[in-house]
Nanobody, 130 residues
Framework: QVQVVESGGGVVQPGGSLRLSCTTS????????MGWFRQGPGKEREGVSC????????IYADFVKGRFTTSRDNAKNTHYLEMNSLEPEDTAMYYCAAGRRNYDCSSFLSRPASNWTESWGQGTQVTVSS
């Protein structure tokens, strides 16, 4: 059974930091580009970041570029998102996504989330508030 499990969300003040983790099992981890999506109230699920299978290519949405960093550890089947300088607009449910084998980070921002993704986690809530 495929499992994708996010952790690390919480409540932080503006300007604060969080590190999200995504642990996986039941899939060949290094066969997948890995992405983070988020969905805030009344919004569509939107792409945040993507990292390639070997970890060498990173893609970021403009609204997080320079603030967030994605990484992965293929030996641990784990995917990360380091979030710095958090803003209230970053408040959302954050989802870890394993990309379909025929898609990579080049298509991450141009395709709908459900189209790009093979497997989802349940999400972890990030709330940025004073």
């Amino acid at each position: 059974q495929v499992q994708v499990v996010e952790s690390g969300g919480g409540v932080v003040q503006p300007g604060g930091s969080l590190r999200l983790s995504c642990t996986t099992s039941g899939l060949t981890f290094d066969d997948h580009s890995m992405g983070w999506f988020r969905q805030g109230p009344g919004k569509e699920r939107e792409g945040v970041s993507c990292i390639s299978r070997a970890g060498g290519k990173h893609i970021y949405a403009d609204f997080v570029k320079g603030r967030f960093t994605t990484s992965r550890d293929n030996a641990k089947n784990t995917h990360y998102l380091e979030m710095n300088s958090l803003e209230p607009e970053d408040t959302a449910m954050y989802y870890c996504a394993a990309g379909r084998r025929n898609y990579d980070c080049s298509s991450f921002l141009s395709r709908p989330a459900s189209n790009w993704t093979e497997s989802w986690g349940q999400g972890t809530q990030v709330t940025v508030s004073s």
